[in-house]
């Protein structure tokens, strides 16, 4: 025996204890300090070389940390390979540094060593569910529940696994044996709250699980019998009043006579509008519920509106349901309020009517109607009495009117409109006119105009952070990003734009200024914001892993599988997808023009120009990059100067000092090292893999992945995802121009490869039995808007090549036959960055139709 696996004489042995006590109490340092002791006298000890590892591991501060973490534990396993604490430790490790599957791995190789271990069990049901892997994560559980058949905590975990996963049935059948095992699991505790609390818990989510089993007798009679013992009374109402519809539903369809379930759904649910009157889901059910005709309705919202005169929604509902000179009236009558009180959030609220084409007439016929009344008799229509704040009411008036032009797409008469408005003057100023008049200019195409007006609202409130935001997200749109920076700076905690808005996981401020170094071709600020977004998602998928056991413990759980199925598609949001998006076109970009071949083309152009102008542009980009650093300074110096004034006035107020947040360096500020990356497409199919697990439902997924593949020559690969997107929808555009790209791809490739001969047959069998050529040209005659029109003119330039007569003719084509009637100004401006690369006549050409569908644009297109 060495020392490496030996058993630690008593006094070592105490002090290791102390070693794992110190790093579940998270004293670091007073765990490092003993290990060492320990160490000194057994240097080769594995189980205290592993602790070491571990607790510097958790100590975080630099990398260095992590990397010395992972070489004592690694050396720990050499000397002790048999403990089954190395490999439980080399685990934890990996859990700490997200390596879920090589954690696996460790837990399982302890497993080996120290069969049925619970400690390591329930680490590893924790990695299992992490990752989603429910049938193993189910039998990890069912091993703990016979080894442990006492503990709740394991009986519930198999009952809402297998809930999760579909099995209701079986998990009904867990809940039985649970309820026979453990006839009263709130025994060990005296506080009578929480027994009241957990039973009721119980309750509802085993009448939640016989719902999904379709059991909606036998959940309808639980809700009833357990009534008394339900303390959530809301969550009662709500899961009463659904399994009643959803009965209702059923014996309609089989007794059509029967309405009893219905009334007493009808019934919850009114019950549940009167407890919170402005929750939308609760009203439309009742509409269901009750199925009255327009008249019915009118009723019930005038009982509504009586019995709670201040709830926004019940004056806004009967919008939705009426129709004619009702609706008119009805809107004439519910925009006074907000309007007299200058509530900005009316616009967004009136939003979704503009669905219906007769309403959006009507809209924009009241809206004229009360500001001419309110410009010529100061009051509304049909009354007399003038208004205490005529002016103020009036530019409200003309804001509502301006977006209602907007909406419709007439944005001078919105600008002409909200112009008025200003003119007025109001005192108290109302800076939501700015703002609108910034978004109906950015939408007009004249991005400097909409920050100057923006610009305006945030100097006159500069202490409003909304107003911050909607500022420096002008700026970024208008590509001053150096401008954005300093702005954003003005509410960063010490002055820390960067790190501070990171660490808010300001994911829309990194988003836009992603996509503005993108369009400035700063593609390593680009990858730098974009990665960091990614970063923010790990981090929120990262964050359910407490809640594994907490839920569990503390019998939440409806909850817990709620939150497991939002965390599945929190990869599936918006703004993930818009930041994957930037991320794969910036790596693309990368791998197609490199660094290094840009700077040998710019260096072969200087190479043409003389020694004067070479020595102009060279002090040209110094100075640039003297600039750049000279902010940077001053950015630091501000953060400096800031804290030490929160210093002086707190020493003034007798007040504990602000300490000094000390963060490690960020070792790549602007993306160098991303930019370098030797591997971009492999680094674009990373965070791609996460789509496709998680989004690969939508055709952008897997056009993503097709422009990866067929650039990595992995044609079979290229042709699945094609089939793919394909599948999910076949007029998708940008997939058509793939299917191009493919066939071009499988006819230039070398005629000697099996494996492209062999996929070649499939990829032709998408033209549908025309050529590529053919295919190509009926896209161009197919394109009905902008967006289609840019992948119709790349299928072209892919096919027929650059600078061909056939090229520039399809192109002119596409560009005259397009429409720009409901076309924005941010989708013409990348369709002509796109034109101008393949053709600078058809890009001329298609400037020109911007320009007179955005005549305040033109900075746009330059």
């Known amino acids: 025996m060495t020392d490496g696996d030996m058993t630690l004489p008593p006094k070592e042995k105490t002090l290791f204890n102390q070693v794992i ?22 240097p080769n000890h594995g189980e205290t070389l592993a602790m070491k590892g571990l607790i510097l591991g958790h100590m975080g501060g630099d990398s260095e940390n992590n990397v010395q973490a992972h070489v004592l534990i690694k050396q720990a396993l050499k000397n002790d390979a048999s403990s089954h604490v190395c490999w439980h430790v080399y685990g934890l490790l990996h859990r700490n540094d997200r390596n879920y599957a090589d954690a696996i791995k460790c837990y399982r190789s302890a497993l080996k060593i120290d069969v049925g271990n619970c400690q390591i069990l329930r680490d590893l049901s924790h990695m299992q569910i992490q990752l989603r892997l ?14 442990e058949p006492h503990k709740r905590a394991n009986w519930l975990a198999v009952i809402t696994a297998q809930h999760y996963a579909g099995a209701h049935a079986e998990s009904l059948e867990t809940f039985a044996k649970y309820e026979a095992e453990i006839p009263d699991p709130s025994s060990d505790t005296d506080d009578q709250k929480l027994v009241k609390f957990e039973k009721s818990e119980g309750h509802l989510f085993k009448a939640q699980v016989l719902e999904h089993a379709g059991k909606l007798d036998s959940a309808a009679d639980l809700l009833t019998s357990k009534a008394s013992e339900i303390v959530d009374r809301v969550g009662w109402m709500t899961a009463t009043a659904r399994v009643q519809k959803k009965l209702s539903d059923f014996w309609y369809a089989n007794v059509p006579t029967s309405n009893t379930h219905l009334e007493k759904a009808a019934s919850l649910y009114r019950r549940l509008v009167d407890t919170m009157p402005d929750n939308h889901e609760w009203h439309l059910a009742l509409w269901e519920t009750l199925s009255l005709d327009e008249a019915g309705l009118v009723a019930l919202y005038a009982e509504l509106q009586e019995k709670h005169p201040s709830a926004e929604y019940c004056e806004r509902a009967p919008l939705d349901f009426l129709s004619g000179d009702d609706f008119s009236k009805a809107l004439a009558a519910y925009v006074v309020k907000p309007l007299r009180k200058g509530v900005p959030s009316l616009w967004t609220e009136l939003g979704g009517l503009y669905s219906d084409a007769d309403k959006t007439a009507r809209m924009g016929a009241v809206f004229a109607k009360i500001v001419d009344s309110l410009r010529v008799n100061k009051s509304f229509p049909e009354t007399k009495e003038v208004e205490k704040n005529p002016h103020q009411v009036f530019a409200n008036a003309l804001t509502l009117r301006s977006f209602h032009f907007d909406k419709v797409g007439d944005r001078e008469g919105a600008l002409k409109t909200i112009d008025e408005a200003i003119a007025l003057n109001v005192k108290p100023a109302i800076l939501e006119l700015h703002l609108a008049k910034a978004a109906f200019l950015k939408r007009s195409g004249d991005y400097q105009g909409a920050v100057a007006q923006a610009q305006v609202a945030r100097t006159a409130d500069t202490a409003d952070r909304y107003l911050n935001g909607i500022c420096v997200k002008r700026l970024l749109q208008a590509g001053d990003y150096l401008t954005a920076e300093r702005t954003a700076s003005l509410f960063a905690r010490d002055g820390d734009q960067a790190s501070n808005l990171y660490d808010m996981q300001c994911c829309w401020f990194e988003t836009e200024a992603g996509w503005c170094h993108l369009r400035g071709n700063r593609r390593g600020r680009a990858l730098k914001y974009f990665q960091a977004v990614v970063k923010h998602y790990k981090d929120m998928e990262e964050d359910q892993f407490d809640f594994h056991q907490y839920c569990l413990r503390k019998m939440t759980l409806r909850s817990y599988v709620e939150m497991l199925r939002v965390t599945d ?6 703004r993930f997808r818009e930041a994957v998006d930037g991320l794969v076109q910036t790596y693309l970009s990368v791998h197609d023009d490199s660094p290094s071949a840009q700077l040998a083309r710019e260096e072969a152009q200087l190479a043409k120009l003389s020694k004067e102008e070479r020595q102009k542009i060279r002090k040209k980009q110094k100075a640039q990059k003297e600039r750049f650093e000279k902010d940077e300074k001053e950015t630091a110096d501000a953060a400096e100067a800031e804290r030490q004034k929160l210093q002086e006035q707190a020493a003034k107020d007798g007040k504990k000092p602000v300490a000094k947040v000390e963060k490690p360096p960020d070792l790549d500020p602007v993306g160098d090292l991303l930019l370098q990356s030797e591997t971009p497409l492999d680094d674009a199919l990373a965070v791609l893999t996460l789509m496709q697990k998680h989004a690969s439902n939508r055709p952008k997924t897997h056009n993503d992945l097709f422009s990866v593949y067929v650039r990595q020559g992995k044609v079979p690969l290229a042709l699945r995802s094609l089939k793919r997107a394909l599948a999910l929808d076949s007029r998708n555009f940008e997939t058509k121009k793939s299917v191009c790209e493919l066939v071009v791809a499988v006819n230039s490739g070398p005629g000697d490869d099996k494996l492209l001969q062999l996929v070649k047959p499939q990829a032709l069998e998408l033209l549908g039995g025309v050529t590529v050529e053919q295919y190509a040209e009926a896209l161009v005659t197919a394109a009905a808007n902008v967006t289609e029109t840019k992948f119709a003119a790349r299928a072209v330039f892919c096919v027929f090549g650059s600078g061909s007569t056939k090229t520039k003719a399809l192109l002119a084509k596409a ?40 005549p305040r644009g033109g900075e746009l297109f330059q």
């Open 21 to 42: 006590r110190s790093y579940e109490q998270k004293t670091y340092k007073k765990g490092l300090k003993l290990a060492d002791t320990i160490l000194k006298k057994w």
């Open 134 to 147: 429910v049938d193993e994560y189910l039998v990890t559980r069912h091993e703990l529940l016979e080894r």
């Open 569 to 574: 598609s929190v990869y599936d949001k918006p």
């Open 815 to 854: 560009v005259n036959s397009i429409s720009l009637e409901t076309a924005k100004a941010k989708v013409c401006r990348e369709t002509f960055e796109t034109l101008r690369a393949m053709d600078a006549d058809a890009a001329v050409l298609f400037k020109k139709k911007c320009t007179e569908k955005f």
